[in-house]
């Protein structure tokens, strides 16, 4: 389960776009953030992706990406031309193809590899999707299989695409737009595949051709329904609606942590999902918020703030550049057990918070916004005052250096509150503790 937002320039509070997602995935599967340089190859060398391979292009563009460390594609990212996407997974009547296929997140990546403006970006996913199909197992260590909608802009632009097997549909967005798990566009789209309306009129999911509307005649009910796609997309498009002119940096990283609850605990239910998840008991929150990330959009050069870790309300976000990504301090690529990697150390505070949240995550949430509030003002005035792309790497950094230090001290003061752990909750981290070999301290 994902949220994926855009503010356009129309929106923003200073005319820069910005752009926001909450990875949501497996609590077990690491991600983390990875560089990868702009590259010639030979056209039409087999490029291996994560199940199968496709003809690589010539060129492709250097892109950061948030990745789970067992697939080729990522969830989210950025180029070095200010391409920035997100995916989310969708569920349709359509069934979601189980053989080896592309992963909507391999197009992702190869869409930021190999587009240098948002409507290009949407024709290339458009073309891997048709002459390559999507599917394969989407998680590591589970089986889930869906299809895929992303959020696709820059500076300039905006697209939304959503997709159910081959069949797509894609809107310009023009101020404001958030997509969740669960399809948005209905009967108002720019583009579309030739067969989209005849296989709905064909399968029985509309009358006729003109009754039709992609989201209510192609959604299916459990997934769309359980995951609760639609109730939190309309929790981030209403708030967005409100800001609208408005948005900024810390607007959208605070919509990233919402919960619905002012006195949120994460163990009061098995069944209650927000825009920043968490993991719990059953199989309606078997993921939460692996990583996030808000990209302000300026043209000139976009600052990527990432947490390169879960659950954005206990997590720091990090400013980076595009051009500033030599000699990073991002630390050991994680994996599905717990080591040294920053995604690991952080899930040690996520972990011990959540079992008493309300009272642990009080004891460092003000120094959480604090050092944030440090960390977004010194990348602004680095990047308004045209700072080398050395000294945006060094304060990189320093930020990271400064979040491992604040969240080690922030542990001992969550591990001094009593613990209150409720059943349900306990049983299913304890679950995903013992299979990461994570040991968490009451």
């Avoid at 991002?330 to 008493?356: C, F, I, M, V």
Wanted: hydrophobic share 40%.
């Amino acid at each position: 389960m994902c949220d994926t937002l855009i503010a356009t320039k129309l929106a923003a509070t200073n005319g820069i776009a910005v752009f926001g997602k909450n990875s949501d995935r497996p609590p077990n599967e690491g991600q983390s953030m990875v560089y990868f340089p702009a590259a010639t190859h030979k056209a039409g060398s087999p490029l291996k992706c994560t199940y199968i391979e496709i003809p690589q292009v010539e060129k492709t563009h250097a892109v950061l990406l948030s990745k789970p460390f067992w697939m080729w594609g990522a969830e989210m990212g950025v180029n070095e031309h200010g391409l920035v996407i997100g995916n989310e997974a969708i569920f349709s009547k359509i069934p979601a193809n189980k053989k080896p296929a592309l992963l909507g997140m391999d197009m992702l990546r190869a869409a930021l590899e190999r587009a240098t403006a948002p409507k290009e970006a949407v024709q290339v996913i458009i073309d891997l999707l048709e002459k390559f199909g999507q599917g394969g197992n989407c998680t590591y260590g589970e089986e889930l299989y869906y299809h895929n909608s992303f959020l696709i802009a820059n500076a300039d632009d905006a697209w939304v695409l959503e997709t159910v097997d081959k069949q797509w549909a894609a809107r310009q967005v023009q101020d404001v737009y958030s997509i969740s798990n669960c399809l948005t566009l209905g009967n108002q789209y720019d583009m579309a595949s030739p067969g989209l309306v005849d296989l709905a009129v064909k399968k029985g999911f509309t009358k006729t051709s003109g009754a039709f509307n992609l989201a209510r005649d192609y959604s299916d009910f459990l997934f769309t329904n359980f995951g609760k796609g639609r109730s939190r997309r309309e929790t981030t498009i209403t708030s967005l609606d409100q800001q609208k002119g408005k948005v900024s940096i810390q607007s959208m990283m605070a919509q990233l942590r919402h919960h619905n609850d002012e006195h949120f605990d994460p163990q009061h239910s098995i069944t209650d999902v927000d825009v920043c998840m968490h993991a719990g008991f059953g199989p309606i929150r078997v993921s939460q918020s692996t990583a996030s990330m808000v990209t302000y959009l300026d043209k000139s050069n976009p600052i990527i703030f990432a947490t390169n870790s879960s659950a954005p309300c206990t997590s720091i976000f990090k400013p980076f550049w595009m051009d500033a990504t030599s000699n990073l301090n991002l630390g050991p690529a994680p994996t599905h057990q717990a080591d040294s990697s920053h995604y690991w150390l952080h899930e040690k505070l996520h972990r011990a918070t959540l079992e008493n949240y309300p009272e642990r995550i009080k004891t460092y949430a003000a120094d959480r916004d604090a050092l944030e509030k440090k960390f977004v003002e010194g990348a602004l005035s680095l990047h308004n005052s045209n700072a080398s792309a050395k000294q945006r790497g060094d304060f990189t950094n320093q930020c990271i250096a400064e979040a491992l230090a604040a969240e080690t001290e922030w542990l001992k003061r969550v591990e001094a509150v009593p613990a209150k752990k409720k059943f349900f909750s306990t049983l299913a981290w304890n679950g995903f503790n013992k299979k990461a070999n994570l040991v968490v301290e009451a």
